[in-house]
Structure formats: structure tokens, C-alpha cells
């Protein structure tokens, strides 16, 4: 690398800061002591260290998955759980909503559903008792239509003689009743029985007078057949008790229909009760991620309104920087490459994770995205980090730009040997990571002073230091 010239070695050293000092500047090797000017001053060792490219790329530190929470109901605040910095689990409440009134919603909705739950049992039952009035009116429709066919069909065979065998049985009887009550006459006339005994007898002839009779007449219906007033009955019947069955159709219809109806409204009652068991849920805000809550945007006591955002959470034990490439040298960038990365006094090795497929057109360059470790979470998203592509295993002879002075001549350092300051002209060659590399002047071991070397002249006496262990 060209050697820099005094101007821009006076920039880098005006412009240096204590917090942009890195790891190697401020070491256990310093030592402060005081010189003859009364300015304290630091001397450190020289030692050789890596050599790394230059951390030419800046970028802002992300978490490596973010999630903006928003409320999903409406309500005052009642607590607010967390606290920026908090680490959270998926699931952990972050804050609630007052929700007397989604559980008074809950409790009319319950009410609701299960009233309708009733009407649909009733409903059921109804339809229930209307299927047996079908039975039924089923049965007397068969019973009259028998009925019926039974008038139309007439008389069977068997029962004609049945009924014919019933006559010669009751005129058999009755001759025989005859003949004895009339031979119990003339015995009562000779005085051979008694008025009861003759009474008796006659009473027999009667009856079985009567019995023939009646056994002639069913005979003769039988003959007949039934009468047409007879069969307009039967018939008659049947319709009745058609209409009996066609009303208890219509019957179980209504209660069918009435059954449904409840239905629907049992349903709607359902989906009311889980609408509002659902908004209480809401009320509820949990985290959908595990990790840190990087933003709070509410407070005890606000109102919160559904798709208002409350809180912002992050992983951030990986964090993730897009890092702008100038597109000419995006064809050396590949995925899953090594990437240092620094934060003031600490450098990281991070990975390539993606590229972005197409050129930031306001500046020419082209995302690449590095995920960085965060085991201890001590890196921040906000942060902004420089980079560098990759690591070099070269070593060489590093000094911190601070130590480095120009006035116009050659670069130099102050070293201190025997306590006093010696003016010790170096050539420098790259900067990397705020400290030079010495390509000739020093070797490692010299003890040069690192602060307040701006305010010594060579030879100024240093004062007694005792050089650390390190």
C-alpha cells in the first residue's frame, strides 16, 4: 500500500476517539506515567498482531427475527408485563386489557346458547311425539282398511257353515226344549210337577227359541253380505283415519322445521359464545417469538386499540447487518463466507447468509446479508458495525494511529528507553481497524508512547514506569 501522506495521517490522528479504540490499544502492556510536562502519557509495548483487511463497510445491527406485536382488541391497559430489555418466551403475556366487558359478552353469550340448547331438545321431543302420533295413525289406517276389505270380501266358506252348523245345533236344542216343556205342562195339569219345575221348562223354551233365532239371523247376514250403509262406514273410517295419519305427518313437518330453526339457533349461539371467548383471549397480548423486547410503545392505564402497535420483540442472541457491496465487487461475495465484523474494542466473525438479487438503485450497491453471534446479547440492534470480508492470517507490526505524529516531515513515534522520550521516524503502510502498520522504525518489544505524545518533545524525560506483566 502507498505510503500516506502527511495530510491524511493528521486527519486520522485529530479525528480518533477513545470509544473507537479497539482490542490492543488499551491492553494490560500500558502503563501511564507522567512526563516533564506534567501531561500524563501511556506507553505500550509493540507486539505483532493479525493483520486484517480493512473494515471498509458499515451497517446497522438488526435482530435476527422481529416481530411487531399489535393488540387485537379494544380496551384500557390493566398491566403491562415487560419492560425493554426483557427476555421473553413464544406465549409470554405482555400486557392486558381490562376485560369486564368481553366477560360480561361471555356470559350473555353462554346464557344465549345454552337457552337455545333447550329449544332444540324441546324440538326434538316434539318430533319424537309426532313420530309415534304416525304409528299410530298408521295402525287405524290398517285396522279400518282390513275392516273395509273384510265388508267388501264378504263371508268366507267356513264361517257360512259355521253359522249353519250354529242353526241346526240351536233348532235341535229348541225342538228338544219344545217337546219338554210341553210334556211339563201336561204333568203340571195332572198335578205330576210343580209350578216352578213347569215355569222352568217353559223359560228353557224361550230361550232356546231366542238362541235359534239369532243363530238364523247371523246366518242369513252372512248370506247377505254386509249392507252398503254398513261398507259406507267401514269406508268412512278409513278416511278418518287417513286424515289422522296426514295431520300427524304434518305434525312431525312442523316440529321438524321447528327443530332446524332451534338448530340455527343454537349454532349462532355457539359462534356468539366462541366470538367472545375469543375476544377475551385477546385482551391478552403474548408474544409470538421468543426473544428480547427491543420496543415499548404502551403504558399502564392506555387505551388500546385493535392494530395498534404496542410492542416490538427480537431475537437477537443472532443478530443480522445488510451490508452495502459496491456491485463491482459483489462476484467476490459468496454465501456462507466469513465476515469480521467490529464494535468499538471487539471484532466478531459473522456469515454471508444471503445476497440480494438486485442493485439498491439510489446508491449502486447490493445488500449482502451477515448473521453475527450474540451469545451474551451484548450487542444491540441499532448498533452500527464496520466490516470486513475476511480475515487475513498475515501477521505484522501494529500501533495505534494515535501514537503517530506529522507535522509535515516523515511520520514518527515517541519511544521510551531509559524513561525518556526518543523521536523515532517510521514508515507506515495500511491502515486497519484504527491502528497502523509499521513497516519499518520499530520492532516488537519497543515501548512507545501510545497517549499524549502530541505534547512531548524528543528527550523529554518520562518519569519512572514499570512495564506490566503483559
Known amino acids: 500500500m502507498k505510503l500516506l501522506n502527511s495530510t491524511r495521517i493528521k486527519m486520522l490522528v485529530t479525528g480518533v476517539t477513545f470509544a473507537m479504540v479497539v482490542s490492543g490499544c488499551s491492553s494490560a502492556s500500558e502503563d501511564t506515567t507522567t512526563a516533564k510536562s506534567g501531561q500524563p502519557v501511556q506507553i505500550q509495548k509493540v507486539t505483532m498482531k493479525p493483520l486484517g483487511n480493512e473494515f471498509n463497510l458499515a451497517g446497522t445491527l438488526q435482530a435476527s427475527h422481529e416481530a411487531t406485536v399489535s393488540f387485537e382488541a379494544d380496551g384500557r391497559i390493566l398491566n403491562t408485563m415487560v419492560e425493554v ?5 413464544k406465549g409470554s403475556i405482555l400486557a392486558k386489557l381490562d376485560t369486564s366487558a368481553y366477560q360480561l359478552q361471555l356470559d350473555r353469550a353462554r346464557a344465549t346458547m345454552e337457552k337455545a340448547k333447550a ?10 311425539s309426532a313420530q309415534a302420533g304416525i304409528r299410530n295413525a298408521q295402525s287405524q289406517v290398517d285396522a279400518a282398511q282390513s275392516k273395509l276389505q273384510e265388508l267388501n270380501n264378504g263371508a268366507k266358506k267356513q264361517e257360512i257353515v259355521k253359522a249353519q252348523n250354529a242353526v241346526d245345533a240351536a233348532a235341535s236344542s229348541y225342538n228338544k226344549k219344545k217337546a219338554d216343556a210341553a210334556r211339563s205342562q201336561s204333568l203340571f195339569q195332572a198335578g205330576g210337577v210343580s209350578l216352578t219345575e213347569n215355569e222352568n221348562a217353559q223359560l228353557e223354551l224361550t230361550n232356546a227359541h231366542k238362541n235359534l233365532v239369532d243363530a238364523q239371523e247371523q246366518l242369513s247376514l252372512l248370506l247377505a253380505g254386509a249392507s252398503q250403509e254398513e261398507r259406507a262406514q267401514a269406508s268412512a273410517g278409513v278416511d278418518q283415519a287417513r286424515a289422522g295419519l296426514e295431520s300427524s305427518i304434518a305434525t312431525r313437518q312442523q316440529g321438524l322445521a321447528s327443530k332446524a330453526q332451534a338448530q340455527a339457533t343454537y349454532e349462532d349461539a355457539v359462534a356468539a359464545y366462541e366470538q367472545s371467548s375469543l375476544s377475551l383471549k385477546k385482551a391478552t397480548l403474548t408474544s409470538p417469538i421468543t426473544g428480547v423486547v427491543i420496543e415499548k410503545k404502551v403504558a399502564d392505564g392506555q387505551l388500546g386499540s385493535s392494530g395498534s402497535e404496542a410492542f416490538t420483540v427480537g431475537n437477537i442472541s443472532t ?14 461475495w459468496k454465501k456462507d463466507q466469513k465476515v469480521n465484523v467490529s464494535l468499538y474494542n471487539e471484532i466478531r466473525t459473522g456469515t454471508v ?17 451477515v448473521s453475527i453471534p450474540n451469545p451474551e446479547l451484548n450487542w444491540k440492534p441499532g448498533q452500527v ?11 505484522a507490526l501494529l500501533v495505534p494511529v494515535e501514537a503517530v505524529i506529522s507535522n509535515g516531515d516523515a511520520p514518527y513515534v515517541f519511544k521510551a528507553v531509559n524513561d525518556k522520550a526518543v523521536k523515532t521516524p517510521i514508515k507506515v503502510g495500511k491502515v486497519t481497524n484504527n491502528q497502523f502498520e509499521v513497516v519499518s522504525g520499530l520492532q516488537a518489544g519497543d515501548l512507545i508512547v501510545t497517549q499524549g505524545a502530541g505534547t512531548l518533545f ?7 514506569s514499570k512495564e506490566s506483566s503483559k
Not at 329449544?119 to 319424537?128: F, H, I, K, L, M
Not at 447468509?353 to 446479508?369: C, D, F, L, M
Not at 458495525?385 to 501477521?395: D, F, G, L, P, R
Open 85 to 89: 430489555g426483557d427476555s421473553v418466551q
Open 119 to 128: 329449544g332444540v331438545s324441546q324440538a326434538d321431543a316434539s318430533v319424537q
Open 319 to 332: 443478530l443480522k447487518v445488510l451490508l452495502p457491496v459496491p456491485d463491482s465487487e459483489i462476484l467476490s
Open 353 to 369: 447468509t444471503q445476497i440480494y438479487p438486485s442493485t439498491n438503485s439510489k446508491t449502486g450497491s447490493i445488500n449482502v446479508e
Open 385 to 395: 458495525i464496520s466490516a470486513a470480508k475476511s480475515v487475513s492470517q498475515t501477521n
Open 458 to 464: 524528543n528527550g523529554d524525560v518520562l518519569g519512572e
